[in-house]
């Protein structure tokens, strides 16, 4: 039977304060294959790994990421006990133990997602491979892919997999990543036979991860990845 890839939704969100070190330490515990996050750029110019472009959903500050240095960001709490981490310091807590989907976020993030994907790859023994990036924002796709023929892309998408399917092709992507809301047995077979693998979001009740297997996707992004049996 084929594997389908388990893939961790900002970690284990199910289970933990996402998109933390904590909570993708948890989904290495469940043994994914595969980890979901976000990137913004703060106002320092580091990498963050949050999902909002502001922080008053999940932590104690407020305001936009994009106007806070990395000294602000470090001091605030995500759900009262964990901290904002830096891209590098998820990279270095997957080190080789799964695949690493990065969602270019925020603005200006393609630049800087780029240069650690080239030094992860030349000095820390990484492989194009153990990549994925993936984003609704189109110019931020458009840019990773000047400056990186080679790194995987994800197409986003919750409004039409016809639209991402013609995108991917423009971007020379590897996958199509639709929302559970728009996709159909039909539509997994269109990705397929245009040259796309499909990982679809976000996939949390036991009936839907089922359909999912049925319809033959390639990759479940779950809340909850130790729902994902193989």
């Excluded at 409004?159 to 996709?183: D, Q, R």
């Amino acid at each position: 039977m084929r594997k389908i890839l388990k893939i961790g939704h900002r970690g284990a969100k199910g289970h933990l304060a996402e998109n933390t070190l904590e909570s993708i330490e948890k989904a290495l515990e469940f043994k994914v294959d595969a980890i979901e996050i976000d990137v913004h750029r703060c106002r320092s110019g580091e990498l963050v790994v949050i999902h909002d472009f502001t922080l008053d959903r999940t932590t104690d500050g407020s305001g936009e990421i994009a106007k806070k240095t990395l000294a602000e960001l470090k001091v605030l709490k995500v759900e009262y006990e964990f901290k904002i981490p830096l891209l590098t310091e998820v990279l270095d807590l997957i080190a080789g133990k799964c695949v690493i989907n990065i969602e270019l976020k925020g603005l200006n993030t393609a630049t800087a997602t780029s240069e650690i994907i080239k030094h992860y790859i030349g000095e820390n023994n990484w492989k194009y491979e153990d990549f994925i990036v993936s984003s609704f924002q189109k110019n931020e796709l458009f840019q990773m892919r000047k400056l990186d023929k080679k790194v995987p892309l994800g197409i986003l998408s919750k409004a039409s997999v016809t639209e991402a399917i013609e995108l991917g092709k423009l971007l020379k992507a590897s996958a199509i990543h639709p929302s559970l809301g728009i996709i159909t047995r039909d539509n997994v077979k269109a990705s397929h036979k245009a040259g796309f693998k499909v990982n679809v979001w976000t996939v949390n009740e036991p009936e839907d991860i089922e359909r999912m297997k049925g319809f033959g996707v390639d990759g479940i992004i779950s809340d909850f990845p130790d729902r994902l049996k193989d």
